[in-house]
């Protein structure tokens, strides 16, 4: 596929500062408008995802047991529940014991949408991809990774039409190439068998490239960013980034922000800035407001433009989190309580 360069940005050479985290406890920018009910009453669930162009928000909801994942479906325009993927049929692995200590095997784990085709991505519990038809409501198709834990989180390329999905928990940690053209697998990477982990993976448009991030295997060592080719499917680089990342996304002029406060430039791996706050796990830019949102017991937020910690959230309660940049509503789901709906008050 023919791809055209993009040159490079200008970016400081000296690094962005952030304020700290005690200067911003308590957030007067923002208020709970919502809290919207779920079946399942959220015993158990991880990553979510929301389609800018319908106003729908995706969580995956592994439900009360075997067998009782589900994708549940909400209107962020109207902030109510619409319905549960699948309809009927098939569905997603539920909440299942792990038999060998380590290798989670509950699911659904990490979802994305892919508008274009009017279809969802799911990484489930059974080391499957299953591809949701929006359409019908049914699981189209199941994609097996290859690995014995779960396919956890992924991300897409819309350019190449191929996701990128992880395989955490197995021994050695993979991730898998998978065409979303043929619903086959195009190849597979392996980490090395003392890496203990994988984490958000997500596609930079500017270098046509997938970003994941990697946690550290010991307290003595960092954690990374690391970039893949696509077509190849090869490691190009590995980026060193000071602390342990769990989330990862893309903000404006190629400042990639981890959940674990260190930000690089998207293109060269750079470190070129910080913010001291409780480590994130899922974390979400919004450039509806320019803001990025960390989730976790608490919601943390920091401005893109100013580099400071702007608000808090401290009644969220949820490590999941994704924001509708049209307008600007911040959705949490909280165990045992349902998706608690955020909006910024009015000024």
């Not at 191929?162 to 979303?180: E, H, K, L």
């Amino acid at each position: 596929m023919s791809r055209t360069s993009i040159s490079a940005g200008v970016f400081s050479a000296g690094l962005l500062t952030f304020a700290g985290f005690a200067a911003a406890q308590v957030s007067g920018d923002y208020q709970l408008i919502n809290t919207i009910p779920v079946a399942s009453n959220l015993q158990s669930f991880d990553i979510s995802w929301i389609d800018q162009g319908k106003q729908q928000y995706y969580l995956a909801d592994r439900g009360n047991g075997v067998g009782q994942g589900r994708i549940d479906v909400i209107d962020t325009d109207k902030n109510v529940f619409l319905y549960s993927l699948p309809a009927s049929g098939q569905g997603f692995a539920g909440i299942v014991p792990a038999v060998t200590p380590g290798c989670n095997i509950s699911g659904p784990n990490g979802v994305v949408s892919l508008p274009s085709k009017n279809q969802l991505y799911v990484g489930d519990g059974d080391s499957t991809v299953k591809v949701v038809d929006l359409a019908s409501s049914a699981i189209m198709a199941v994609i097996s990774t290859g690995g014995m834990c779960r396919a956890d989180e992924l991300a897409y390329d819309p350019s190449d039409h191929i996701i990128m999905i992880t395989n955490p928990n197995d021994s050695p940690p993979f991730v898998t190439f998978i065409s979303a053209d043929t619903q086959s697998v195009l190849g597979r990477f392996y980490y090395p068998s003392t890496q203990t982990g994988l984490e958000q993976p997500v596609w930079n448009p500017k270098t046509y490239r997938f970003l994941i991030s990697v946690p550290a295997v010991s307290p003595s060592t960092q954690g990374s960013v690391d970039e893949f080719e696509p077509l190849s499917m090869t490691m190009t680089n590995s980026y060193p980034i000071g602390c342990s990342p769990a989330g990862l996304t893309i903000g404006p002029l190629q400042r990639t922000m981890t959940s674990c406060g260190n930000m690089i430039n998207g293109r060269t791996g750079d470190v070129i800035g910080s913010v001291t706050l409780p480590a994130g796990d899922e974390i979400w830019f919004n450039p509806g407001d320019n803001r990025y949102y960390f989730g976790n017991t608490s919601v943390s937020i920091v401005d893109a433009d100013s580099n400071q910690v702007v608000g808090l959230l401290t009644d969220a309660g949820g490590h999941s989190i994704a924001v509708d940049g049209n307008n600007n509503r911040i959705f949490v789901p909280v165990t045992g309580v349902g998706i608690k709906v955020f909006a910024p008050n009015r000024h």
